[in-house]
Every structure is written in C-alpha cells, then in structure tokens.
C-alpha cells in the first residue's frame, strides 16, 4: 500500500491517467495533484496486446506518479512541528508556528499557570 503524507488521501487515477487528491488532517480542504497520463494508456490495437504488460506498467508508473504527487503536496500543507500532522492554510497559524489545535492548547496550558 502507498504511504501517504497526509491521514487521508484518495486515489483518482483511471486506466489513462494518474491523479490523487490529499486532504488536511483537521477539515476536508484539499488538494488535488496535476494528472499524470499513462504512458501506454492510449495505444490501440494489435501492438498493444502483443507487446504491452499494462498490469505491470501501469502498477511501476501509478507508483511512480503517487511519489512524485506526495512530495508536491507536501508543498501545499503546513507541517505542525509540534504534533506533526500536515494542515491546510486555514489551520495554521504561521506566526506561532503551529496547527490551531496546538495553538489553542498551548494557550489552554498559559492560562492554567497564571
């Protein structure tokens, strides 16, 4: 099975082409990877039942395609340093350098002190 940077992705690839979509640990804000064609996906006819694998084609490129779209999204999220889940902008807060969550927990944690 393909490890995903994020808790939840979906895999959208057809027999054609290959895409995913990435999804934010804490809400459903998205990201949908640039398509990738099958490089034998569209060959017609004799040549491709004589000299085609399409299993094992497509499985190595799918892989492939799957690598190359999980380091992009990468750039798309913001990584939390403190409880390490992959956010989207809407749940960040870049001044603090951390997801909401954490933010508003370590604000929890300040009042407790006082």
Same mark, same amino acid.
């Given at each position: 099975?393909?490890?995903s940077?994020? *808790?939840k992705y979906t895999d959208e690839s057809t027999k054609d082409e290959f895409a995913f979509t990435f999804y934010c640990d804490m809400c459903e804000n998205s990201w949908k990877s640039t398509p990738l064609p099958f490089s034998h996906g569209k060959q017609k006819g004799f040549w491709k039942m004589l000299f085609y694998l399409p299993f094992t084609l497509w499985k190595a490129?799918? *892989?492939d395609a799957f690598e190359?779209?999980?380091r992009e999204g990468m750039l798309h999220?913001?990584?939390c340093p403190v409880c390490k889940r992959?956010?989207?902008d809407d749940h960040f807060i870049e001044d603090e350098n951390a997801c909401s969550d954490c933010y508003k927990n370590a604000g929890v944690k300040s009042q407790k002190t006082r």
């Open positions: 099975m393909l490890q940077f994020t *808790k490129e799918h *892989k190359r779209a999980n999220f913001n990584r992959w956010v989207c």
